[in-house]
C-alpha cells in the first residue's frame, strides 16, 4: 500500500530555487521527501524557506566503463542525427572534440569512431535499449530499487533531464511502477541529446518545446509531454519580491540619479571572454564620459566560482558595482551542490526591476528582464584576442533555440564595442518591444499559471 509521499529530486541548485522557492509545492496535500546529495547545513539552510518533511540521502554512484561508453556513444550519435534533421552544424559544438588526457583521447575518439554506424535513428534506440539494461546492473540499481522499495512512494519528480544519476533512479521506480515525472531544465536543452533518463512524464515550458520533444525524441508518446509552462518567472509577478528602493541603491552602492546598466554574466565554458566584454561596457561609458548618467550593476552567473571578473572590476571600481548572487557554498565548491538562498530570488527581481538594461551573451536573462519589460542588449562580435580559439559568438547565435526567434528585433544587437554607447541609448529609448512580447510567448508559455499547472498533472 502507497503512503502520500512524493520523492523530490534536484540535481543542481537552479531546480531548488524554481520549484521549492516557487509556489509549485506549497500547501501541498503530498508529504514531501528530498532524496538528494546535499550535505547537512545545506538540507538545514533549505528546509528554513520549504515544506520538505524529511530527506533521504543518495547512495554513491560509480558509473562503470560500460555505462559511460554507450551513454557517451547515444549522445554523439543523437547530436549528429539532430544536427542532420535541422540543418545545424552547430549543435555539433555540444561535444567536446579535443580531450586533454591520453586516456581520453582513446576513448573518446573510439566513440566518435564507432558513431559512424550509428546515423539511422532506429541504430540510436537500439543503443538506448542497451544502456537501458547495462544501469540495471550497477549496484546502485538495487541500491535505489531497495530505498524505493521501502518508501513505496506515490511518485518522483526531478527537476533536471540530465542528472547522472537520474536514469538509474527512474529505471528502478519504472520496474516498481512509481510514477515519475521531470522537466526539461532550460530552453536549450533538447537539441543538446542529454535526455538521460525516461520518464511518465515530460513536463515542458511551451508548446514550442512539446513539438521540440517529438522532433528530437519521436519515440516518446506525445501524450507524455505534456506544457505546464516553468515556475521560475512566477517570482517577478510577485511585489514582496522586490526590494525597498532604498535599501536597494544603499546596499549596491547605486546613484538615484544614474541610469543602471545591468551586465549579466555566463559561466566561463560558456562564454570565456565576459570579463573583456564587461570591460569594453565599462571603457566606452568612462571614455565618452557618461560616467556621471550611467552605472553598471554586475550580476555574474552564480556557479563562476572563478574570480576572472575581478581584475576589470577593481579597474572601474566607480562605475562598476557587483551585485553577488547570494547562493550557498559548500567546501567542494561543485556547481550541483551550489544553490541559491531565498534572498537571492528577491536580489535577481529587483535587480531586473530597477536596471534600466540588460547586457549580456545570448543568456536567457533575456527573458527575466522582459518580466519589467527592460531590454536586452545581445553581445555578437567576438575579442581580437581570444581565451578560445574556437568560441565565437558567430556560432553562439546559430545555436537551435534562438531559432524560436521570430524577429530578430526582440533584442537589440551590439555588433561591435564602437556602439556601445549608442546601442545603451537606443535600449533607453524603448518603451515596449513587441516584437519580445511574441518570442516571450513563444518560449515561455503560460508561465504565469505554471506552479498550479505542475502540481496538478505530477
Same mark, same amino acid.
Given at each position: 500500500?502507497? #503512503?502520500?509521499?512524493?520523492?523530490?529530486?534536484?540535481?543542481?541548485?537552479?531546480?531548488?530555487?524554481?520549484?521549492?522557492?516557487?509556489?509549485?509545492?506549497?500547501?501541498?496535500?503530498?508529504?514531501?521527501?528530498?532524496?538528494?546529495?546535499?550535505?547537512?547545513?545545506?538540507?538545514?539552510?533549505?528546509?528554513?524557506?520549504?515544506?520538505?518533511?524529511?530527506? %533521504?540521502?543518495?547512495?554513491?554512484?560509480?558509473?562503470?566503463?560500460?555505462?559511460?561508453?554507450?551513454?557517451?556513444?547515444?549522445?554523439?550519435? +543523437?547530436?549528429?542525427?539532430?544536427?542532420?534533421?535541422?540543418?545545424?552544424?552547430?549543435?555539433?559544438?555540444?561535444?567536446?572534440? #579535443?580531450?586533454?588526457?591520453?586516456?581520453?583521447?582513446?576513448?573518446?575518439?573510439?566513440?566518435?569512431?564507432?558513431?559512424?554506424?550509428?546515423? &539511422?535513428?532506429?541504430?540510436?534506440?537500439?543503443?538506448?535499449?542497451?544502456? =537501458?539494461?547495462?544501469?540495471?546492473?550497477?549496484?546502485?540499481?538495487?541500491?535505489?530499487?531497495?530505498?524505493?522499495?521501502?518508501?513505496?512512494?506515490?511518485?518522483?519528480?526531478?527537476?533536471?533531464?540530465?542528472?547522472?544519476?537520474?536514469?538509474?533512479?527512474?529505471?528502478?521506480?519504472?520496474?516498481?511502477?512509481?510514477?515519475?515525472?521531470?522537466?526539461?531544465?532550460?530552453?536549450?536543452?533538447?537539441? &543538446?541529446? +542529454?535526455?538521460?533518463?525516461?520518464?511518465?512524464?515530460?513536463?515542458?515550458?511551451?508548446?514550442?518545446?512539446?513539438?521540440?520533444?517529438?522532433?528530437?525524441?519521436?519515440? %516518446?508518446?506525445?501524450?507524455?509531454?505534456?506544457?505546464?509552462?516553468?515556475?521560475?518567472?512566477?517570482?517577478?509577478?510577485?511585489?514582496?519580491?522586490?526590494?525597498?528602493?532604498?535599501?536597494?541603491?544603499?546596499?549596491?552602492?547605486?546613484?538615484?540619479?544614474?541610469?543602471?546598466?545591468?551586465?549579466?554574466?555566463?559561466?566561463?565554458?560558456?562564454?570565456?571572454?565576459?570579463?573583456?566584454?564587461?570591460?569594453?561596457?565599462? &571603457?566606452?561609458?568612462?571614455?565618452?564620459?557618461?560616467?556621471?548618467?550611467?552605472?553598471?550593476?554586475?550580476?555574474?552567473?552564480?556557479?563562476?566560482?572563478?574570480? +576572472?571578473?575581478?581584475?576589470?572590476?577593481?579597474?572601474?571600481?566607480?562605475?562598476?558595482?557587483?551585485?553577488?548572487?547570494?547562493?550557498?557554498? *559548500?567546501?567542494?565548491?561543485?556547481?550541483?551542490?551550489?544553490?541559491?538562498?531565498?534572498?537571492?530570488?528577491?536580489?535577481?527581481?529587483?535587480?531586473?526591476?530597477?536596471?534600466?538594461?540588460?547586457? #549580456?551573451?545570448?543568456?536567457?536573462?533575456?527573458?527575466?528582464?522582459?518580466?519589467?519589460?527592460?531590454?536586452? %542588449?545581445?553581445? $555578437?562580435?567576438? =575579442?581580437?584576442?581570444?581565451?578560445?580559439?574556437?568560441?565565437?559568438?558567430?556560432?553562439?547565435?546559430?545555436? =537551435?533555440?534562438?531559432?524560436?526567434?521570430?524577429?530578430?528585433?526582440?533584442?537589440?544587437?551590439?555588433?561591435?564595442?564602437?556602439?556601445?554607447?549608442?546601442?545603451?541609448?537606443?535600449?533607453?529609448?524603448?518603451? $515596449?518591444?513587441?516584437?519580445?512580447?511574441?518570442?516571450? &510567448?513563444?518560449?515561455?508559455?503560460?508561465?504565469?499559471?505554471?506552479?498550479?499547472?505542475?502540481?496538478? *498533472?505530477?
Amino acid at each position: 500500500m502507497k #503512503n502520500n509521499k512524493l520523492l523530490l529530486i534536484f540535481p543542481d541548485g537552479v531546480g531548488i530555487r524554481n520549484y521549492l522557492y516557487s509556489r509549485v509545492f506549497k500547501n501541498t496535500k503530498f508529504d514531501l521527501i528530498l532524496f538528494h546529495n546535499f550535505d547537512s547545513q545545506s538540507i538545514t539552510e533549505i528546509k528554513k524557506n520549504t515544506t520538505i518533511l524529511n530527506e %533521504i540521502t543518495i547512495p554513491e554512484y560509480k558509473e562503470s566503463i560500460k555505462e559511460k561508453f554507450l551513454r557517451e556513444l547515444i549522445c554523439l550519435a +543523437r547530436l549528429k542525427y539532430n544536427s542532420e534533421i535541422t540543418k545545424n552544424k552547430s549543435l555539433l559544438t555540444n561535444w567536446n572534440w #579535443n580531450q586533454k588526457t591520453f586516456s581520453k583521447k582513446i576513448f573518446y575518439k573510439t566513440i566518435e569512431a564507432i558513431s559512424i554506424f550509428y546515423k &539511422k535513428y532506429s541504430n540510436i534506440l537500439k543503443l538506448e535499449i542497451r544502456y =537501458q539494461k547495462a544501469i540495471r546492473k550497477n549496484i546502485f540499481y538495487k541500491e535505489i530499487k531497495s530505498i524505493l522499495e521501502k518508501e513505496n512512494p506515490l511518485g518522483i519528480f526531478c527537476s533536471h533531464q540530465r542528472g547522472l544519476k537520474m536514469a538509474t533512479i527512474f529505471a528502478a521506480a519504472a520496474d516498481l511502477a512509481i510514477p515519475t515525472s521531470t522537466v526539461i531544465y532550460s530552453w536549450d536543452n533538447l537539441p &543538446k541529446a +542529454r535526455l538521460a533518463l525516461r520518464a511518465d512524464q515530460y513536463l515542458v515550458w511551451s508548446d514550442f518545446m512539446k513539438k521540440e520533444m517529438k522532433l528530437y525524441y519521436p519515440e %516518446i508518446s506525445q501524450d507524455k509531454v505534456i506544457v505546464t509552462g516553468t515556475p521560475q518567472f512566477e517570482f517577478y509577478e510577485n511585489k514582496d519580491n522586490i526590494i525597498d528602493k532604498e535599501i536597494f541603491y544603499k546596499n549596491y552602492n547605486l546613484d538615484f540619479n544614474k541610469k543602471v546598466i545591468c551586465f549579466s554574466g555566463n559561466d566561463e565554458k560558456s562564454s570565456p571572454d565576459d570579463p573583456k566584454y564587461l570591460e569594453d561596457v565599462a &571603457k566606452e561609458i568612462a571614455n565618452s564620459g557618461f560616467e556621471n548618467k550611467y552605472q553598471i550593476l554586475f550580476r555574474r552567473c552564480p556557479v563562476d566560482l572563478s574570480g +576572472r571578473f575581478d581584475k576589470v572590476i577593481h579597474k572601474y571600481a566607480g562605475l562598476i558595482k557587483e551585485a553577488t548572487p547570494l547562493w550557498y557554498f *559548500n567546501d567542494a565548491k561543485n556547481w550541483t551542490t551550489i544553490y541559491p538562498t531565498f534572498e537571492d530570488v528577491k536580489l535577481l527581481a529587483s535587480t531586473a526591476f530597477y536596471s534600466d538594461v540588460v547586457i #549580456n551573451v545570448g543568456s536567457t536573462m533575456a527573458f527575466d528582464f522582459a518580466m519589467y519589460d527592460k531590454p536586452c %542588449i545581445f553581445i $555578437h562580435y567576438d =575579442q581580437e584576442e581570444k581565451l578560445d580559439v574556437r568560441w565565437s559568438t558567430e556560432t553562439i547565435y546559430q545555436f =537551435q533555440h534562438f531559432r524560436s526567434m521570430p524577429n530578430k528585433k526582440a533584442v537589440i544587437w551590439l555588433d561591435n564595442k564602437r556602439e556601445i554607447i549608442d546601442k545603451i541609448e537606443k535600449a533607453l529609448s524603448l518603451n $515596449h518591444n513587441e516584437h519580445m512580447d511574441s518570442w516571450k &510567448k513563444i518560449v515561455l508559455g503560460d508561465y504565469q499559471n505554471a506552479s498550479s499547472s505542475i502540481l496538478k *498533472n505530477i
